[in-house]
T-cell receptor, first 115, second 115 residues
Framework: GNSVTQMEGPVTLSEEAFLTINCTYT??????LFWYVQYPGEGLQLLLK?????DKGSNKGFEATYRKETTSFHLEKGSVQVSDSAVYFCALRQPGYSSASKIIFGSGTRLSIRP | GAGVSQSPSNKVTEKGKDVELRCDPISGHTALYWYRQSLGQGLEFLIYFQGNSAPDKSGLPSDRFSAERTGGSVSTLTIQRTQQEDSAVYLC?????????????FGPGTRLLVL
């Protein structure tokens, strides 16, 4: 079945450090891939997405590239800020041309940034 | 415009009681999803509704869980005879299905505590 595996947290970094949160997936065909973020006390928000191989999603300085050959969608940011402290979820959705389909989420990675 | 809203934001109940959780999706969104986020865990899919189609109930953990969507808009998730392991944050999401361009928008969640 479909699944998403992401690196366990918590991840603690100093401000301006480089961030990588690994995510790999198992799925048939060509799923869409997502990163969601949940800031403290807030709801889940879509951070970025990619719908086909080699696509790069980007938002707020974060990037992730859809790698079909390694079935990965690692999240990166060149210089993190304290305000990036949150829980990050990698997710996939099978293409559903005739109906909507559920999203499969990873277990989440808690990121804490020290000033 | 208004996002997805959920009520109540917090619910404390005694083991064995029934609870109802409400979700108001974004106006015009045809798809509605329920997820559960247990402490320290990722998001677990429960059920989704798409237009007038039969709902996908494949994620409901037991027959104590049920959901309905009235008039293609508001949805209610009902948990009967609650157990302590039902304690979690219940998230609702809605989307306007556009194939691979579908984006789910999440509500703030209802935090359920079963004593």
């Amino acid at each position: 079945g479909n699944s998403v595996t992401q690196m366990e947290g918590p991840v603690t970094l100093s401000e301006e450090a480089f961030l990588t949160i690994n995510c790999t997936y198992t799925a048939t065909g060509y799923p869409s891939l997502f990163w969601y973020v949940q800031y403290p006390g807030e709801g889940l928000q879509l951070l970025l997405k990619a719908t086909k191989a080699d696509d790069k999603g980007s938002n707020k300085g974060f990037e992730a590239t859809y790698r079909k050959e390694t079935t990965s969608f690692h999240l990166e940011k060149g210089s993190v800020q304290v305000s990036d402290s949150a829980v990050y979820f990698c997710a996939l959705r099978q293409p559903g041309y005739s109906s909507a389909s559920k999203i499969i989420f990873g277990s989440g990675t808690r990121l804490s940034i020290r000033p | 415009g208004a996002g997805v809203s959920q009520s109540p934001s917090n619910k404390v109940t005694e083991k064995g009681k029934d609870v109802e959780l409400r979700c108001d999706p974004i106006s015009g969104h045809t798809a509605l999803y329920w997820y559960r986020q247990s402490l320290g865990q990722g998001l677990e899919f429960l059920i989704y509704f798409q237009g007038n189609s039969a709902p996908d109930k494949s994620g409901l953990p037991s027959d104590r869980f049920s959901a309905e969507r009235t008039g293609g808009s508001v949805s209610t998730l009902t948990i009967q005879r609650t157990q302590q392991e039902d304690s979690a944050v219940y998230l609702c999401a809605s989307s306007l299905f556009r194939g691979d361009k579908e984006t789910q928008y999440f509500g703030p969640g209802t935090r359920l505590l079963v004593l």
